[in-house]
C-alpha cells in the first residue's frame, strides 16, 4: 500500500464523497456499493457534523476500540435497505456487554459501504473513527484480517439485523466464528450489520493497516480532480496507487450466484485497444480472488484486483458488473502483513481453493 | 394430565431414576435418552447432594427462574457425549447478561435428558428445581411451550457448545428465536445446551404446567414397583397416567433421518395379541406426533403418543426404535393449556404439516 497518503483530520461531506469511491476501490469487488454507503453516511453527517479522524497514535493503549460493518452478500444489501436502528443496536449491545465506553470506532475493510458504516456510527454516537482498518482492502470472510494474524479475537461480536434481532456470539476462535455469524446472516435475510474484534489501542496500533482513511479519499480525489481537469482519471490512479495495468477489456459474461451467503462468480472479458485480441478472466467470492489474462495468472489475493471504468475510473462492484460495460483492470500490491507466512496461508489463492502458489503482482507483471 | 401425583420435596438418587422414566414417558419419543440424562443427573447429585424441589407457589412473584435444556437432535446427543461444562456456560451468560442471580431452575419440557439437566445444574449451581415446566411433554420447536401462548419471549437466550463457543440471542418474536437458534444448533454440531424463557415467578405461575416433576416421579416409581411386586407394568401405566390403549405390536420398519437439526421418521407395527392381524403407524419429529391404526387417525398432537417395552412398561424413545421390538403404545390427554385455540394453532396437527383436525385422544378412541 502507498504510504504517502495526506492525513485527513475530519470527515465532512466532500470527504465522504471522497472516501466512499477510493474505498470501493480499495474493496475489490467487494465492501458495498458507494452509492448505498454514501448515502447513510451522509444523512449522519448533515444531522450532526463532521466526524473528527484520529491517527491510531492517538488512541489511548487501554482504550477500547470497535470495528463496525455490514456483514454478507453485498448483492442483498442492494435490496435489502437498513433500518438504520441495526448498526446502533449492534455497537450498544456489545458496548453493554463489554461494560465500557467504546473511544472510538473503525472500518474492518475498505469498500464502498464498510467505509461508510464506521463514519455513520461515529458521526451518531460522537466519537472520533480511527484512520486503521484491519485489511487495507475487503476480503470476504471474518477472520481474514491482519487482526487474526495477531492472534485477536473476533469476539465477543454482534450480529443485528433490521427487523430488530441480535445476535451476541463467543466462540474459541476466529472461524467457529466466520462459520456461526455467516450462518445466522443467511437466517436473517443475507445481510446484517456487526460490532466485531473489539480491541485495546494497543492491539490496533500493532495489527491494523493505518492511514486506510485518508488513503482512500486520496484516492477518491485524485480521481475527482483528473475528471475535473479533463485528464486521463485512469493514468492517475495508477500513479496515486502504484497500480499496475492488467487489462482493459469489455466485459463479455458475468456468471453469479449468492450461496451460503457469498456472491460467488466470474467475469469474461474480451481485450479492447493495446489488449485486443487477448481474453481476461476474473473469479470473485464477493471481492476479486484471481485474475487471468489469456488464461495465465496475472494477480491473485491478497494483491487487490480492482475493476474501473474505463472512461471515469470509478471502481465497479462485483455486483455491479454488466454485459458490455468497458472497464480497465489494475492490481495493486497489498500490505506487507499481509504478504507473510500466516498472511498467505490466510488469505492467499490456496485457501480459497485455487491450486496457485501466491506470487506477488509486482513480479508477476514485469515489463 | 392427572393432577394427583404426591408432591415430591427433594430429588436423591431414587428419585432421579423414578423421574428419567417418568419423564421419558412424557417425552412421547423425544427430550433424550433417559441413560444418558441420569448419568448426568447422578453425578452431579452425588456430588453435591439432593437437589430441593419446590411448588411453583414457593417462587416469589419477582424472582428470576430459567430453563435450562439440550436442544438439538436426541441422536446426536448418542454419539456426542456433553463436556458437562455447556450447560453452566449457558446457564452463567445468561445470568450475567441479565444482571441478575437466577433463583431457581426448571425443566422447559419431559424427557429423558431435558428433565435431568435442570437437576444437574440445581444441584452444581445449589438453587431449587421449580416443579412445573412449560410442556407438560415434549416439543420438538422452541416456540412450543405454554409460556409462548401468555406472550412471554423465548430470549435472551443463550446456546452453548461442549467446545466452548456460546451465542446470546435477542429475537423479536419466538419464531425467529426457534430459527436462528436451530440453525446455529446444525452449526455447532447439532446438539448444544441452552438457557432459555427467562421468567419471573409471577409469569410462571400464570404460565406453567405445574407439579411436572412430581408427576414424572409418580410415573417412574408405579413402573418400577409393579415390576418389582410381578404386576403388569403396563396396567399400572394407564391407571396412573389416565392412559388410553392405542396399540400393541411388532416394530416391523423404522425410517429416521436427521435434518434441519430434527429427526423425523415413521415407525410402523404389526399388532400381535388383542390387535392381531392389525397395523399402526406413528410419525414423529423428536417427538412422536400422530398415530393411525389401520389407516384411521387414534391420537395427534398436542395429546400424547407414548411407545413403551410390552414387557417393562419402560418408555421407548424415537432413537430407541427397532426392527422387531414388542412395544404398547398409549394416548395420554395433553393439559388444559394446550387445547385453547392457541394452543392447537401452535402445535396442533396443522401445524406439523398434517392436513387433519384435532380431536382430543378420549374422543377418538371411545369404546
New interface residues.
Given amino acids: 500500500m502507498k504510504k504517502s497518503a495526506e492525513r485527513l483530520e475530519k470527515i465532512d461531506l466532500e470527504a465522504v464523497e471522497d472516501i466512499a469511491v477510493g474505498a470501493a476501490l480499495l474493496g475489490t469487488g467487494g465492501g458495498g456499493d458507494p452509492h448505498v454507503g454514501k448515502l447513510m453516511a451522509i444523512q449522519s453527517i448533515q444531522k450532526n457534523g463532521p466526524v473528527k479522524l484520529i491517527d491510531v497514535e492517538d488512541v489511548p493503549d487501554d482504550a477500547l476500540v470497535v470495528p463496525v460493518a455490514m456483514m454478507g452478500a453485498p448483492t442483498v444489501l442492494v435490496e435489502k435497505v437498513p433500518s438504520g436502528r441495526e448498526i446502533f443496536n449492534a455497537f450498544e449491545?456489545l458496548q453493554n456487554?463489554l461494560g465500557k465506553e467504546v473511544f472510538a470506532v473503525l472500518p474492518i475493510e475498505a469498500g464502498g459501504v464498510n467505509s461508510m458504516i464506521p463514519i455513520m456510527v461515529a458521526a451518531e454516537k460522537k466519537v472520533p473513527l480511527v484512520d486503521v482498518d484491519g485489511m487495507g482492502r475487503a476480503f470476504p470472510e471474518l477472520q481474514m484480517v491482519t487482526y487474526h494474524l495477531f492472534g485477536i479475537s473476533a469476539t465477543p461480536m454482534v450480529l443485528a439485523d433490521e427487523?430488530?434481532?441480535?445476535?451476541?456470539?463467543?466462540?474459541?476462535n476466529n472461524f467457529?466464528t466466520e462459520?456461526?455469524a455467516r450462518?445466522?446472516t443467511?437466517?436473517?435475510g443475507g445481510s446484517v450489520m456487526i460490532a466485531i474484534y473489539p480491541m485495546t489501542g494497543k492491539q490496533v496500533k500493532q495489527a491494523g493497516i493505518r492511514n486506510i482513511v485518508s488513503y482512500s479519499a486520496q484516492i477518491g480525489r485524485v480521481i475527482r480532480e483528473a475528471l475535473k481537469r479533463g485528464d486521463d482519471p485512469i493514468e492517475a490512479l495508477l500513479k496515486a496507487t502504484d497500480g499496475i495495468p492488467l487489462f482493459k477489456g469489455k466485459i463479455s459474461d458475468v456468471i453469479r450466484r449468492t450461496t451460503g451467503g457469498f456472491v460467488r462468480g466470474e467475469a469474461y472479458l474480451d481485450g479492447i485497444d493495446q489488449y485486443k485480441g487477448e481474453s481476461f478472466t476474473i473469479n470473485f467470492q464477493n471481492e476479486n480472488l484471481i485474475a487471468l489474462r489469456n488464461g495465465k495468472v496475472v494477480a491473485t489475493v491478497p494483491d487487490l484486483i480492482c475493476v474501473v471504468d474505463a472512461h471515469t475510473g470509478l471502481p465497479i462492484t462485483t455486483e455491479g458488473l454488466r454485459y458490455g460495460q468497458r472497464v480497465f483492470v489494475l492490481g495493486i500490491p497489498c500490505d506487507e502483513k499481509w504478504r507473510t507466512e500466516k498472511g498467505i496461508q490466510t488469505v492467499g489463492p490456496h485457501y480459497f481453493g485455487y491450486d496457485v502458489d501466491y506470487i506477488p503482482v509486482e513480479e508477476l507483471n514485469l515489463q
Wanted: cysteine-free; overall charge positive.
Fill in positions: 449491545s456487554f427487523k430488530g434481532n441480535s445476535l451476541l456470539l463467543k466462540t474459541i467457529w462459520s456461526l450462518n445466522a443467511v437466517v436473517m
